[in-house]
Every structure is written in structure tokens, then in C-alpha cells.
């Protein structure tokens, strides 16, 4: 009996070692990304296999772009502030809300192919068929409409 | 009862055989095939337990247990590993579409 233990003691000890060795070793890349200051850009690097200099210029895009976005995010954000005030304030429909409802979608508008914009440059950082695997990604991902090109209602 | 050996009568007899009768071939093989095929028919069923026991009492034992638990933990390891990258992996391509997309939150 004293054996038996002894054997299936070290057995499960070995096990357990070799176990946690290779699921350290495996999810390496995984963990060093989540320990960065900003793991969804490590990711990026990580998953279109980014040189440090093409990093670098992502990064430097990125930090323009979110800047523009913030200061876009804040015109969108007060417009529509403005076209909540404007619809509960008047029972019908009025020039003014109709303009202030144009004026948010071409806010809407304008941010949408900003972001597209971004995409694109930062696709052309890339390796040429990363980059084309970016935009496939991006497409999914980003672009928020029906993949069939058709809208909800319409069905 | 005295024992046969020590009757004088069957001493004598036995001293006065010749002894020089060969013995078939394979004579001493069938004989111990023949005591192993007894000893199994006669053995009771082992429990559990004292099969444990009797298996872990084997030498080639050891070896072959540790290989069996040190390949399931490779095993074990390999499989959350995937699982778990495959997890990770997923969480910071959306954090990446939420970061770059200002709409993700309430899509159009």
C-alpha cells in the first residue's frame, strides 16, 4: 500500500509540474500582453506580426487619432444633447431639430471615415498581406452594419 | 502411521529399480504448465483492492504509471493552455475594436 501511494504521490507530482510547464510555456505571448501598458495594441503587434519600428508608427497614429476622436466624440456628444433638448421640448417636429439631426449624422458620418481612414493607414504600416488581413479583420469587427448589406426592417 | 519413506519394505523395492527410464521431452515444462493451469482454476477472484495491490506490487509498475500521469498532465497543460490563450486572445481583439471604435458601445 505504502507503494502504491509513493508511486501515484510522484506520478501526480510530476504530472502537475509537467502540466504547469507547459501551460506557462504556451500562453507566454498571451500573458506578456496582458502585463503592457496597453494590451489591445500589444495584441495588434502580436497578431499582424508588427516589427518594433512598424509598432512604433502604429502607435504614433493611434495617439493622433485618439486625440481627434476624443474632440469629435465631444461635438457628437454636445449635438446630441442639444437634439434631446430640442425633441422634448416642442411636440412636433421643427427646422431646427431637423438641422441638428442632420448635423449628427454628418458627425456620425465623419467620425465613421475617420475611423475607416485610421484603419487604412494603419494597414499600410503593415506587411502587405497582414495588412489586407487587418482590413478583412477591421471589416468584421469595426464596421458595424449587416454583413448581407441589407437593413433589419427591410426583411 | 509411519511414513512411507520409512518403510524398509518399499526402501528395498526402490533400491532395486533400475532408475534409467528417460523422461518424455518437455516432461518438466507440462508439469509447471500443468501446476500454473491448476493454481489459476483453484485461485479465488481478487477485489479490487488486493488487485491494486497485486498490480502496484509488480515492478514494471512504477515506470508505467508515471509515464500514464506525467503524459495526462502534458496533456492537461496543453489543453487549458489553448483554452485559456484562445480566451485571452479573443478579449483583446475586442478591447482593440472598442478602443479604435467609438460607436461599439451602441452600434448605428
Not at chain 1, 508588427?50 to 497614429?61: E, G, H, N, P, S
Not at chain 1, 411636440?91 to 442632420?102: D, G, H, K, M, V
Not at chain 2, 518437455?26 to 504448465?33: C, D, E, I, N, S
Amino acid at each position: 500500500m505504502k507503494r502504491l501511494v509513493t508511486i501515484l504521490f510522484l506520478g501526480l507530482a510530476l504530472g502537475g509540474l509537467a502540466g504547469t510547464g507547459v501551460y506557462l510555456a504556451r500562453t507566454t505571448p498571451e500573458r506578456a500582453m496582458l502585463c503592457c501598458p496597453k494590451p489591445e495594441q500589444a495584441w495588434l503587434q502580436h497578431e499582424f506580426q508588427l516589427t518594433d519600428a512598424q509598432f512604433a508608427r502604429v502607435q504614433k497614429l493611434e495617439t493622433q487619432y485618439q486625440a481627434e476622436c476624443q474632440e469629435r466624440c465631444r461635438r457628437v456628444n454636445s449635438t446630441n444633447d442639444l437634439v434631446r433638448r430640442q425633441f422634448t421640448s416642442h411636440a412636433a417636429s421643427t427646422p431646427e431639430l431637423e438641422r441638428l439631426l442632420a448635423c449628427a449624422a454628418q458627425l456620425r458620418a465623419d467620425c465613421q471615415l475617420r475611423m475607416l481612414e485610421y484603419c487604412y493607414a494603419v494597414s499600410r504600416e503593415m506587411p502587405p498581406d497582414q495588412g489586407q488581413r487587418y482590413l478583412n479583420w477591421v471589416c468584421d469587427q469595426v464596421l458595424t452594419m449587416p454583413r448581407d448589406g441589407t437593413m433589419m426592417h427591410a426583411k | 502411521m509411519k511414513p512411507a519413506h520409512h518403510d524398509p519394505e518399499l526402501r528395498q523395492l526402490l533400491r532395486a529399480w533400475p532408475g534409467n527410464a528417460s523422461l518424455p521431452p518437455r516432461f518438466r515444462a507440462g508439469v509447471w504448465q500443468r501446476i500454473t493451469t491448476a493454481e489459476r482454476v483453484a485461485a479465488p477472484a481478487l477485489s479490487l483492492p488486493a488487485w491494486l495491490a497485486n498490480w502496484f506490487a509488480q515492478p514494471a509498475c512504477a515506470p508505467v504509471c508515471t509515464a500514464v500521469l506525467l503524459f495526462a498532465g502534458l496533456g492537461t497543460g496543453y489543453y487549458w493552455a489553448g483554452h485559456a490563450a484562445a480566451r485571452w486572445e479573443a478579449q483583446l481583439s475586442s478591447q482593440y475594436a472598442a478602443s479604435i471604435n467609438p460607436y461599439a458601445a451602441t452600434p448605428p
